[in-house]
Every structure is written in C-alpha cells, then in structure tokens.
C-alpha cells in the first residue's frame, strides 16, 4: 500500500514542479485520494527543508550555484469534489489531562483517586511476588499515611517499583499501562491494570504529586532511585528526575487541596478498600 501511493504521487505531480524566473518553486497536481495527496504535502515538506540547508551552505560559497530560493512551495494541489484541509485531529493535553482528572471520570469521591494509588501500589507488590523466589522472603506491603499538619497524603509500596524507561513510557504518558507490555503480562500473570489512566485522578484533589520510585530487579535491596514531580498547574514539556536514596518500591505524595478536609479524604478512602491481595495499612 505504501509503495502504491509513492507510485500515485509522482504520476499526480508527473512533470509539474517547476522553478520560476525568480527562483520560487511551484509545484502542481491532481489527485483523487487524499492519503496520496498527504504524502505529496509531506514530500514537499521535507524538500523545503533540504533546499533551505543547501541554500545555507550555497550563501557560504564564494561562487553562488543555486538558483532557487529557500522560501515555502507554491502549492497547486487539488482534490476534486472535496476540499483537503491539512490538519486532522488535535488533542490539547491540557484538555485530554483534564477530562481524565475530572469528576466526569472520577466522580464526586474525594477517596477514589487515592483507590487508584492503592490499587497501583498492591499491582505493584503483585508482580514482584510473582517474581520473587522463596528464598527472597519478600513481604509485601501497602502504607497509605494521611498527615494533618502538612495536608499531604502519602501512599507507598516496597513492590516492583519503576525504572526510567518505565516513567517515561508509562506512568508519564496518558493512557499507556505498564500492563499491556508483552514482559509485563504473561500466560501465568494477569495483570490487575487496565488504561493507564489512574494516577490522574490525583489531580482531583490535589495540586502537585512527589514520586520516588526505584525498581527492584537487579538485586537493588538499598540502592539509588528517582524522584520528581507532576503538576498540573504548569504542565511543562520536561522532567527533572533526581536521585534519592531508597529501597525497591514507590511513594507518592499528594499535596491536597486546601479546600479539602483531610479526615473526609480518609474516611472515603477507608470505605472504598474492602480487601485486596497484600496488606494495606491506613
């Protein structure tokens, strides 16, 4: 298919890219799909970009070359009985961060996004039972402290804990569970995780999340993890991850909002965890 729609594209431009007189290119076509008319602006896209290096380079010359000029192509592409727009679907981030960290999701239960947090947290303690060994006598455990004086709720695990890669691919990007990874999941362990989606409800009740977290494969019984924050107040294109010292697991740290009354947020909580497969202390 791909190579049929190259073959496409060069029969609807044909001989119809032209330099003007004055150096400007112009480039012309018919088409009759618009997959092979978005490969040609794609096309056209990436030759503006090499014509614009060459043209550097020329402007160094002592003997100029090029009669071209480094400015965007006149493009002459039509679509018939349709009218092709280049710009498809957008997603805002802070928009798609809001919806999932919105009561439209998470309702109106102060407890529920710290549910999240335990059920991320007992995930976490099962998959590294799954892959402890007898010998390692590994006792999971699940802590959830509510602090009055510093309004934070903080929910650890001594489970798998993350690595960097897993940051990155997972707990920092919407909708993308650990769980889906072929290694994560396998014929005798069935993950509990589903969207990737949990951690955000978070931002229901809170203004700004700590996250340590450091992964227990290798060995590491007392070793070197990371730390960093997530806030929703400035959502920024970067993450500054410093190293902590800790053993394999997570901790997160919810800075409520001030508004929230702390003892409210642990009594739903309280409420809404019945029973799960490693011990939960509140």
């Known amino acids: ?136 006598d590994y006792q999971p455990q699940v802590t959830v402290k509510f602090d009055r004086t510093k309004h934070i709720v903080t929910v650890s695990d001594n489970g798998c804990g993350m690595s960097l890669r897993t940051i990155l691919n997972h707990f920092l990007s919407v909708a993308s569970s650990r769980a889906k990874e072929p290694a994560y999941a396998t014929k005798s362990y069935a993950p509990i995780a589903r969207f990737g989606v949990g951690f955000w409800s978070v931002f229901t009740i809170s203004t700004k999340a700590d996250i340590q977290s450091l992964a227990f494969e290798g060995g590491n019984a007392n070793g070197v993890g990371l730390e960093f924050e997530v806030s929703l107040a400035e959502l920024k294109d970067y993450t500054v991850f410093r190293d902590c010292s800790m053993t394999p697991g997570t901790s997160v740290t919810l800075y409520l909002n001030q508004t929230l009354v702390i003892d409210d947020v642990f009594e739903q909580c309280r409420n809404l965890i019945v029973s799960a497969a490693v011990p939960i202390n509140l």
């Not at 957008?90 to 809001?98: C, E, F, L, P, T």
Request: charged share 30%.
């Open 1 to 136: 298919a791909i190579s049929f729609r190259e073959n496409r594209k060069h029969d609807c431009i044909r001989d119809s890219l032209a330099v003007s007189d004055d150096g400007q290119v112009v480039v012309s076509g018919t088409f009759d799909d618009g997959d092979v008319l978005a490969l040609a602006h794609r096309t056209f896209d990436d030759m503006e970009g090499w014509i614009r290096g060459y043209c550097d380079i020329d402007r160094q010359s002592k003997i100029p070359r090029l009669r071209i000029r480094p400015e965007p192509f006149v493009r002459r592409l039509d679509l018939p009985g349709a009218t092709f727009e280049r710009l498809g679907v957008r997603m805002s981030k802070r928009a798609v961060i809001d919806l999932v960290a919105s009561n439209a999701v998470w309702r109106n239960s102060v407890g529920a996004p710290i549910r999240e947090l335990v059920q991320n947290a007992v995930e976490a303690c099962r998959f590294r039972m799954h892959h402890s060994s007898p010998a390692d």
